[in-house]
């Protein structure tokens, strides 16, 4: 079959921009999944003591969440072109700056 797909459908926008909610949900319940595994004999749940794990994965919480957020910003109305290039540059100088502020201070997470 030949298709030629020129837009994502409704379900894959809506799976994309929920991300950083599933992730932050598993937060939330993840004593509850540790006990749920351990209870099972899962091998996962050697994974819920290692607390490397658990600080990449919080830190990939927050990275999402403040993804997700700027996405919602980026969607919010239509703008001119100058607008959303003006809104990239400054997404780009955050993330540069957000880099060097992570490496010397990660109190500011929400999910640690």
């Known amino acids: ?49 290692n607390d490397l794990w658990l600080f990449k994965f919080c830190c990939l919480s927050d990275i999402f969440k403040k993804l997700d957020e700027f996405n919602l910003f980026f969607q919010a109305k239509i703008e001119t072109h100058l607008l959303q290039t003006i809104k990239l540059e400054v997404l780009s100088k955050r993330i540069t700056f957000g880099k060097v502020k992570f490496i010397r201070d990660v109190s500011n997470l929400d999910n640690l």
Do not use: P
């Not at 894959?12 to 939330?28: D, I, N």
């Open 1 to 49: 079959m030949d298709f030629s797909y020129t837009s994502l459908s409704l379900h894959a926008e809506v799976r994309w921009l929920s991300r950083g909610q599933s992730l932050k949900k598993f937060l939330l319940i993840k004593y509850t999944i540790k006990i749920f595994l351990n209870d099972n004999k899962c091998e996962f749940a050697v994974i819920f003591v």
